[in-house]
Every structure is written in structure tokens, then in C-alpha cells.
């Protein structure tokens, strides 16, 4: 076995990298950190495949919390994550997200607003009929209410920031392999190792499995049912011949998404569970029907403008369903004592990768969260059935 590491994070992308990152540049670390990722070009990646989405217009208060550290640390980043003078532009677009309702959800969408203003979100609530008025582009009809987030939304670059935090956590001293995770060595309530394609097996004193929608997969080597797995998502790229450029990222209360992408759009939705595509596949082949028959009418509808548009291209992903509350595992397993989750986001894991990795390292360095309390996303809410419900799963 290899002399080992203190610390292995299993899965390098935006996740294992951002937790290397702040584990690599704390004080108090001195340990050897070992991350493997089994394609270091990332192509595939959940985080190259994103949308970038960054929200506060979330319904749990540490959903909240966690990315609107997201926000913050974007505004930083270029400096934090300088390498040898070398900026990190992650783009942070703060042009809002407009969250539109149906009257019949009205009421609620604005229980979700007073919740997210009294946990510090910067978000307006507009009744319908101011909604032509502050977005003239935006088709009213059929929308009860709106919720724009008016600061500390919008979307980043998805593939700098992981690049960022990959490149800086390697300058502090942490070691990335390219290698692909294939078993685990347990002894008694520990993992004593890793087990590589390529590298044989090395000791571990922590392990940290941020291996994305992989997780359950790799969990079952272990012998933990982990309940995340993969759940595909399409996005689709068109023009408009109309200059939309400003608009924020909005969601129609159908569930599609858009946003703009330079002078071009990127759209998505999340249809509903019996409609969702094969979930166990990893292919990215992508479904153009779905934006023929369902995604473009609703476009149309919605902006006027996008009446007259011409799709340019497309792309698939998976990201890392957690299929129990469709929230963050965090934090240590109840049997195995060195074993810690980062994982399971359900699609808000971009923009909550800052508060993550920092919640890793003081899991790691001071055995607690000492930022944020993210308790309750532990793995013991799933043996106990305590879901942690939260509203806005976009």
C-alpha cells in the first residue's frame, strides 16, 4: 500500500477542488491532501455542463446561507484564487433571477420572499400587474406573481471557477491524480484505503467522497446506500434576433429556465418525475424534441421575442440527484469514522461549492462547522426519514 495521505478526496470537480482549496490554504492544516478525478479534462463534467446559476431564492435558511457565500466569494475569486499574479475571472453576470408564479401559487411564492428577506436575501416581490412594467420584454399572462433577486444572482463561468480552485489548491501543495476510484479498503469502523485503477491502493487517515452523481455508485463499494445517482438534464443554446442581453435568469412556473449567454440564450427545465429522462444512463446524447414539443412553446409564450428564434446547439449532463429531499449529504458517516460526504446538491451545487469546501475543511481541521451550521444536511437524516424539504428545486 502507498505510504498514503492525510486527507483523499475522492472527485475532483468543483466540489473536491473547492474542499482541497480551502483545506490547502488553512492555517492550521499541515497534512498531505490526495484528490482523484478520473478525467481531468472535465468534459463531461456536472460543473463544465452548468448553467452557472447563483440564488439566494431558495425555501431552507442553509441553502440560503450557503449561497449567498457563493455570491460573496464569486466578487472575490479573482483575487483569492490568483496563482503567480494570475486573476481567476469567473464573470460574475449579476443580472438577477426572476422567479415567476401561476395566482394559484402566488401565495405562496410570497411565504418563500418573506422567508428568504428575513434570512438577509436581497429580493423584491412584484404582483402581477407590475411585472409588464419593470420587464416590458416579459408576457404577464397566466403569472400571479414574481419574486427578482436583485443582488447576488445571476451566473458565473462554471469551468473557471473549478479551474481556479483546482490550479490554487495544487499551488498551496495538494497533489491531483488522474485516476479513476475502483474499491475501498475498510478496517473495522475506518477506511484504510483507496483503491486506484492505475495506482494501486493508497492509505488514507480521511477520506471524502465528492465524486458527484458517481457518489452512489462509489458509496456502494464501501457498503453505504447512498441515494444519489445521476439525473440528466438538457440545455439548449438559440439566437434571438432581438437584443435581450440584460434580461436575468428567469423561470417560468413550468420549470424552463433561461437565461441570457452573450448575445445568444441558453435555456432548461426539470420536467416532471415520470417524465424524466433515463436517469442510470451516462450518455450525453441529447433530446431535441423536448425543445421542439415542449421548451419553445413556453419560450414563445412567455418573451414575444423568442416567437422567432434558431436553435444553435445543445448539450447534455448529469448532475447529482439526491433522491431522499434532493439536498446536500454533508459531513461524517454514523459506522465509518473517517469518512465524510460532499455531495448529492441536486443541481445548486455550483454556486454552493464555496460554502461546501470551506464546510469540509472545518469538518476536517476542527472537527465542526465553525461558518455555517449545515448539521441537518447529514447522512443520519436519511437513516432517520428526516427529509429536509426544500421548496425550490429548480
Given at each position: 500500500?502507498?505510504?498514503?495521505?492525510?486527507?483523499?478526496?475522492?472527485?475532483?470537480?468543483?466540489?473536491?477542488?473547492?474542499?482541497?482549496?480551502?483545506?490547502?490554504?488553512?492555517?492550521?492544516?499541515?497534512?498531505?491532501?490526495?484528490?482523484?478525478?478520473?478525467?481531468?479534462?472535465?468534459?463531461?463534467?456536472?460543473?463544465?455542463?452548468?448553467?452557472?446559476?447563483?440564488?439566494?431564492?431558495?425555501?431552507?435558511?442553509?441553502?440560503?446561507?450557503?449561497?449567498?457565500?457563493?455570491?460573496?466569494?464569486?466578487?472575490i475569486a479573482p483575487e483569492v484564487l490568483a496563482v503567480d499574479?494570475?486573476?481567476?475571472?469567473?464573470?460574475?453576470?449579476?443580472?438577477?433571477?426572476?422567479?415567476?408564479?401561476?395566482?394559484?401559487?402566488?401565495?405562496?411564492?410570497?411565504?418563500?420572499?418573506?422567508?428568504?428577506?428575513?434570512?438577509?436575501?436581497?429580493?423584491?416581490?412584484?404582483?402581477?400587474?407590475?411585472?409588464?412594467?419593470?420587464?416590458?420584454?416579459?408576457?404577464?399572462?397566466?403569472?400571479?406573481?414574481?419574486?427578482?433577486?436583485?443582488?447576488?444572482?445571476?451566473?458565473?463561468?462554471?469551468?473557471?471557477?473549478?479551474?481556479?480552485?483546482?490550479?490554487?489548491?495544487?499551488?498551496?501543495?495538494?497533489?491531483?491524480?488522474?485516476?479513476?476510484?475502483?474499491?475501498?479498503?475498510?478496517?473495522?469502523?475506518?477506511?484504510?484505503?483507496?483503491?486506484?485503477?492505475?495506482?494501486?491502493?493508497?492509505?488514507?487517515?480521511?477520506?471524502?467522497?465528492?465524486?458527484?452523481s458517481r457518489s452512489g455508485a462509489l458509496a456502494a463499494l464501501?457498503?453505504?446506500?447512498?441515494?444519489?445517482?445521476?439525473?440528466?438534464?438538457?440545455?439548449?443554446?438559440?439566437?434571438?434576433?432581438?437584443?435581450?442581453?440584460?434580461?436575468?435568469?428567469?423561470?417560468?412556473?413550468?420549470?424552463?429556465?433561461?437565461?441570457?449567454?452573450?448575445?445568444?440564450?441558453?435555456?432548461?427545465?426539470?420536467?416532471?418525475?415520470?417524465?424524466?429522462?433515463?436517469?442510470?444512463?451516462?450518455?450525453?446524447?441529447?433530446?431535441?424534441?423536448?425543445?421542439?414539443?415542449?421548451?419553445?412553446?413556453?419560450?414563445?409564450?412567455?418573451?414575444?421575442?423568442?416567437?422567432?428564434?434558431?436553435?444553435?446547439?445543445?448539450?447534455?449532463?448529469?448532475?447529482?440527484?439526491?433522491?431522499?429531499?434532493?439536498?446536500?449529504?454533508?459531513?461524517?458517516?454514523?459506522?465509518?469514522?473517517?469518512?465524510?460526504?460532499c455531495t448529492g446538491f441536486s443541481g445548486h451545487g455550483l454556486?454552493?461549492?464555496?460554502?461546501?469546501?470551506?464546510?469540509?475543511?472545518?469538518?476536517?481541521?476542527?472537527?465542526?462547522?465553525?461558518?455555517?451550521?449545515?448539521?441537518?444536511?447529514?447522512?443520519?437524516?436519511?437513516?432517520?426519514?428526516?427529509?429536509?424539504?426544500?421548496?425550490?428545486?429548480?
Amino acid at each position: 500500500m502507498d505510504a498514503g495521505y492525510d486527507v483523499v478526496i475522492v472527485g475532483g470537480g468543483v466540489m473536491g477542488s473547492s474542499a482541497a482549496y480551502f483545506l490547502a490554504a488553512s492555517d492550521v492544516f499541515d497534512g498531505s491532501i490526495l484528490v482523484v478525478e478520473r478525467d481531468s479534462t472535465y468534459d463531461t463534467s456536472a460543473t463544465a455542463r452548468s448553467m452557472g446559476g447563483i440564488r439566494q431564492q431558495f425555501t431552507t435558511e442553509e441553502n440560503i446561507a450557503m449561497s449567498m457565500f457563493g455570491a460573496e466569494f464569486a466578487r472575490i475569486a479573482p483575487e483569492v484564487l490568483a496563482v503567480d499574479g494570475e486573476r481567476v475571472e469567473v464573470t460574475f453576470r449579476e443580472q438577477g433571477y426572476l422567479s415567476t408564479a401561476t395566482a394559484a401559487g402566488a401565495d405562496r411564492l410570497r411565504q418563500n420572499f418573506e422567508m428568504q428577506r428575513s434570512q438577509g436575501a436581497a429580493v423584491t416581490f412584484l404582483e402581477a400587474g407590475d411585472l409588464a412594467l419593470r420587464f416590458p420584454w416579459l408576457n404577464p399572462d397566466g403569472l400571479g406573481a414574481a419574486v427578482f433577486g436583485h443582488a447576488n444572482e445571476g451566473w458565473i463561468d462554471p469551468n473557471t471557477l473549478l479551474q481556479g480552485f483546482r490550479r490554487k489548491a495544487i499551488s498551496l501543495g495538494a497533489t491531483f491524480t488522474d485516476d479513476e476510484v475502483v474499491g475501498f479498503t475498510r478496517e473495522g469502523d475506518r477506511l484504510a484505503g483507496v483503491q486506484l485503477a492505475r495506482g494501486g491502493e493508497v492509505a488514507a487517515g480521511t477520506v471524502v467522497l465528492s465524486a458527484g452523481s458517481r457518489s452512489g455508485a462509489l458509496a456502494a463499494l464501501m457498503g453505504v446506500d447512498l441515494p444519489v445517482r445521476p439525473r440528466k438534464r438538457y440545455v439548449y443554446v438559440f439566437d434571438c434576433k432581438e437584443d435581450l442581453s440584460g434580461l436575468p435568469l428567469t423561470i417560468d412556473p413550468s420549470g424552463v429556465a433561461f437565461r441570457p449567454e452573450g448575445r445568444q440564450f441558453v435555456t432548461s427545465m426539470s420536467p416532471p418525475e415520470d417524465q424524466d429522462p433515463d436517469s442510470d444512463a451516462e450518455d450525453m446524447e441529447v433530446d431535441y424534441t423536448t425543445f421542439e414539443a415542449v421548451t419553445w412553446p413556453v419560450l414563445a409564450n412567455r418573451v414575444p421575442a423568442f416567437e422567432a428564434i434558431k436553435l444553435t446547439g445543445a448539450w447534455a449532463g448529469h448532475y447529482d440527484f439526491n433522491s431522499f429531499d434532493q439536498n446536500a449529504i454533508l459531513g461524517g458517516h454514523p459506522e465509518i469514522a473517517n469518512l465524510l460526504f460532499c455531495t448529492g446538491f441536486s443541481g445548486h451545487g455550483l454556486q454552493q461549492s464555496p460554502a461546501a469546501g470551506r464546510a469540509i475543511s472545518e469538518l476536517i481541521v476542527h472537527g465542526a462547522y465553525r461558518a455555517i451550521d449545515l448539521t441537518r444536511f447529514g447522512f443520519e437524516r436519511i437513516a432517520l426519514g428526516h427529509a429536509v424539504v426544500e421548496a425550490n428545486v429548480w
